[in-house]
């Protein structure tokens, strides 16, 4: 049966994308690895941190012992700041064994007074401090925290300025090598079963085109979802300018209250007031607001098939009422696209397993690379020996048995 014309077309432009596919991978490859390798750490950073510094984290939670509350967890972190510090975001603890952690800034003379980031620990059962430490640092990215470090290498490969920039371009260029890919890997033949499916047992270079085979196509959904928003996450403004062409976009903030300053709700009243509002949630951060007249409390949600994403609900302190709802089911096109993109880019919209498959798509990127390389240097290599082969001219030959004998015996 012969090809259509749709199918020749095609298959005459296998070979160009292929070359397309061939060169970004190689100029990539490399550097995108360390950025894939990088998030594949950061899957799990909490779980690391907690790891790295059981010390600071860690709290023995009493039997029935409830939590303090937030007011006293806020007291005891203020209590400890350095002079000229503020307090900005607080963190509730991750399960019953964990600290809370309160973020503040402080200004550091050597960067023209441009604010360090710091974690501050403290026990939810005692509202004792546990230990702090420095986060970011605004004089130079190389004295952060370990993982703050790999958070910088991840989405600006420690380039202050223009890397988050450089990162979202190649994170494009990265998409764009997968949909090559899948072009190139698409069986025009129809053999289906051959391509989805690994031939074993086999070795040395055709082991490579297997893996990369396989491995590139089962988890090219995560690795796409990945990439399309990282592009994001490293190019918000760029990316929002695109939506608004399409869609409004409202970014989940704290906008400024103007009500006069006088502040009768507590911290704990005005979490119970939004948890009230929306109690098929858990709350997971609130931050304040510059004028500390309302907080914005983010909120994990479970919807419609197990899917889990953030809310975002802001409270207005001398009030208790709820000013502004960031939820991406009840918003515009452009709005729920960026609200999306970090719990899909972390993996945390699937859960545990959304993390798992995160984690494998951050691992598959070198995988991708070692055997792409692999292949392509055999078959340069295989290319580059048949072009060595000296011409024989079809006559016999007393000293040699056969043409044959001729080939093998210019490869060796």
């Not at 510090?85 to 064994?97: D, G, Q, T």
């Not at 590139?216 to 979802?225: D, R």
């Not at 951060?285 to 983010?298: G, M, V, Y």
Request: net charge positive.
């Amino acid at each position: 049966m012969t090809d259509g014309p749709l199918i020749r077309h095609l298959k005459s432009q296998r070979r160009l994308w292929f070359q397309v596919h061939l060169y970004l991978g190689l100029t990539l490859g490399l550097i995108l690895s360390v950025v894939s390798l990088t998030g594949s750490v950061l899957v799990f950073w909490m779980e690391i941190d907690e790891f790295l510094h059981p010390e600071m984290i860690r709290v023995a939670a009493p039997k029935g012992a409830p939590y303090r509350s937030l007011e006293e967890i806020a007291s005891s972190a203020r209590a400890a700041l350095p002079p000229g510090a503020s307090l900005y975001e607080l963190n509730f603890p991750r399960h019953r064994n964990a600290a809370a952690i309160c973020g503040f800034g402080v200004p550091n003379p050597a960067a023209a007074g441009e604010p360090d980031a710091w974690d501050m620990f403290i026990d939810p059962y005692t509202a004792r401090v546990t230990g702090s430490r420095l986060w970011y640092s605004a004089e130079s990215w190389w004295k952060n925290a370990f993982l703050g470090i790999l958070f910088k290498i991840h989405y600006a490969l420690m380039i202050r300025g223009w890397g988050t920039a450089l990162v979202g371009a190649m994170t494009f260029f990265f998409a764009l090598l997968t949909l090559t890919g899948l072009y190139v890997w698409w069986p025009l033949s129809g053999k289906w079963r051959q391509a989805l499916t690994m031939v074993w047992p086999v070795s040395g270079p055709r082991l490579s085109f297997e893996l990369h085979k396989v491995s590139g196509f089962y988890l090219m959904p995560v690795l796409t979802a990945v990439l399309v928003t990282g592009i994001y996450l490293d190019l918000s403004e760029q990316v929002i300018w695109a939506l608004k062409r399409v869609s409004s976009v409202e970014r989940p903030g704290i906008p400024q209250a103007t009500v006069p300053v006088r502040l009768p709700l507590t911290l704990d009243e005005a979490v119970d007031a939004a948890q009230r509002a929306f109690p098929n949630s858990a709350p997971y951060s609130l931050l304040w607001s510059r004028d500390a007249r309302s907080i914005a409390l983010e909120q994990m949600v479970r919807y419609r098939f197990g899917f889990a994403g953030r809310r975002v609900v802001t409270v207005d302190l001398s009030s208790g009422a709820i000013s502004h709802v960031a939820d991406p089911v009840h918003a515009t096109f452009g709005t729920a696209y960026i609200t999306w993109q970090w719990p899909l880019h972390s993996g945390r919209a699937w859960g545990l397993p959304g993390r798992i498959l995160v984690f494998l798509s951050g691992l598959v990127c070198p995988l991708l690379l070692v055997t792409g390389f692999n292949r392509w240097f055999w078959k340069r290599r295989a290319k580059q020996r048949r072009s060595a082969v000296p011409f024989v001219p079809l006559v016999s030959d007393p000293g040699r048995s056969s043409l044959s004998q001729v080939c093998r015996d210019s490869w060796e």
